[in-house]
């Protein structure tokens, strides 16, 4: 996976079939698709692969507790089959993972108990293990800095986990194996139309500043938060349909709660749901539902949310945490599409919908990481009708995702990198050459996860990471200290 390369294709060929807007999850999931099935595919993101709300996640792979009890069993069902899917097709960045819910009640541990007892049956064969009733000791002994006090017992359920951002690049990875056209910083300026039809998109390359024309049978708009701006191109009068809901995570030092097991509140005071989650050597803990006006590339944690999810980790584990304990705070923008009716984000479905404008442009939101494989076959399926291409089936179901050659394990299992050693000259090499890494961000944010492990780490990392870029990318120092000083003004948003 080459940005030069991409980029000359990019300048050579011509009338795609599909083009993609936004290398997300979605946009990622659905290159695959439709290059895996022989249709000529081009994905253009704006930013990285995975800067936005894809890099930001809880980090798990999961049915979703608590849309069984809003009732969606259509929803959890299909997420906890694809939850199957990715674990088989991703074993080296996914694993299952036992939780426990704590219970304070004989209530309680029968209501959690038969809920969650379904929620295995839901998962039918792909299930990841059966629902235990837990004793007070038991739950202690799997938790064993959670507080005692007034403890009756758990509930023990198994879900999966996985490297968001790391699951993104091997994606885009797969996609361009399959011979998709997968291109970073080139952003879509505008629709190209023909007769009030898409016929294509005109990009501008934020590095260097050129301007492409690129034309195909279809277009689709897998830009997450920032659907409603693409639908605008298409349709000046368009009225916001989404409704960003962010959510943040703290990450703290693993002596704070010690297991190797997670940690799930169902119900917090205000309604919500809390996750202590073993990530990397780290815990992270989260999160929060906080309705949003403003979409950034770069949401803060508020003030608030900090508060709270302080406020209810110290409610529940034994150690006191401070705000100076924490090491990186994050957030993340849910795209949510909101009913006229609805008055909270909280009560807001996350199913992904497919809207086809009268233009020919598909647009599809909503969603979530786990249910990423279903959404692109969906969207595909469509493109498919809407640009009359040839009927081909769908193969994604069991297809390996990721590349393993040599340097890619090394790099992929070196658990050591994700928790802050210094990067090897190697190691940036191949971010630069094989994974179209273009600034210190791209490298310590999402080809390792260092500045959402440990922000101070990160910024201590960044002139030698910088350097050593330069290097294989044929800059000069200018450029090392423009990155330095970007780095840092992002990286100061992830500090306490």
């Not at 990285?48 to 259509?74: C, E, I, P």
């Not at 039809?197 to 501008?204: D, E, F, L």
């Not at 401070?322 to 009913?339: E, T």
Request: hydrophobic share 40%; aromatic share 8%; proline share 3%.
């Amino acid at each position: 996976m080459n940005r030069q390369a991409a980029l000359k294709r990019l300048q050579n060929e011509k009338d795609w079939d599909i083009i993609i807007i936004g290398g997300g999850a979605t946009g990622l999931g659905a290159a695959v698709d439709a290059a895996s099935r022989g249709y000529r595919t081009v994905l253009v993101e704006g930013h990285d692969f995975g800067k936005g709300t894809s890099s930001r996640a809880t980090k798990l792979v999961h049915g979703g507790v608590r849309y069984m009890a809003q009732g969606n069993l259509k929803l959890v069902r299909e997420a906890l089959r694809e939850r199957g899917l990715l674990l088989k097709n991703a074993p080296h960045i996914t694993s299952g993972l036992l939780f426990i819910i704590p219970v304070y009640s004989f209530f309680q541990k029968m209501f959690y108990g038969v809920g969650l007892g379904m929620y295995d049956m839901l998962a039918g064969k792909l299930s990841l293990g059966k629902t235990k009733w837990l004793s007070k000791k038991k739950t202690l002994e799997y938790l064993p800095d959670l507080s005692g006090d007034g403890l009756s017992g758990g509930i023990a359920y198994y879900d999966g986990q996985f490297d968001d951002a790391r699951l993104a690049i091997d994606l885009a990875k797969t996609a361009v194996k399959h011979g998709a056209a997968i291109i970073n910083y080139c952003k879509a300026t505008e629709l190209i139309k023909k007769d009030g039809k898409v016929k294509g998109v005109i990009t501008q390359d934020l590095l260097d500043g050129a301007v492409k024309q690129l034309t195909a049978k279809v277009v689709i708009n897998a830009t997450g938060v920032f659907t409603d701006a693409i639908m605008h191109l298409d349709d000046p009068g368009h009225g916001a349909m989404v409704k960003p809901s962010q959510g943040i995570h703290l990450v703290v030092e693993k002596h704070f709660f010690e297991a190797s097991q997670a940690l799930m509140i169902p119900k917090t005071e205000d309604g919500r749901v809390l996750f202590a989650v073993p990530w990397h050597d780290k815990v992270v803990i989260g999160t929060t539902d906080t309705a949003i006006d403003t979409i950034s590339f770069e949401p803060r944690p508020l003030e608030e949310e900090i508060s709270f999810v302080l406020h209810h980790a110290n409610k529940y584990f034994k150690k006191n945490i401070q705000r100076s304990d924490i090491k990186s705070m994050f957030a993340g923008l849910r795209p949510l599409v909101k009913p006229k009716d609805a008055q909270s984000t909280s009560v807001i479905s996350r199913d992904h919908i497919i809207i086809v404008a009268p233009s020919g442009l598909i647009t599809i939101t909503g969603g979530k990481w786990t249910t990423y494989r279903k959404m692109a076959e969906d969207v595909i399926d469509h493109a498919v009708i809407t640009g009359k291409l040839p009927q081909r089936t769908c193969i994604t179901k069991d297809m390996a995702i990721g590349l393993q050659d040599d340097a890619y394990t090394h790099i992929n299992g070196d658990n050591a990198l994700h928790r802050g050693a210094t990067l090897s000259e190697k190691e940036i090499e191949y971010f630069v050459k094989h994974e179209m890494a273009q600034t210190v961000e791209d490298i310590l944010a999402r080809r390792t996860r260092l500045l959402f492990l440990d922000a101070a780490a990160a910024i201590e990392r960044c002139y030698e990471t910088a350097a050593l870029m330069a290097r294989f990318m044929d800059k000069g120092e200018d450029w090392v200290k423009k990155q330095v000083e970007e780095f840092n003004a992002v990286a100061k948003n992830y500090l306490p």
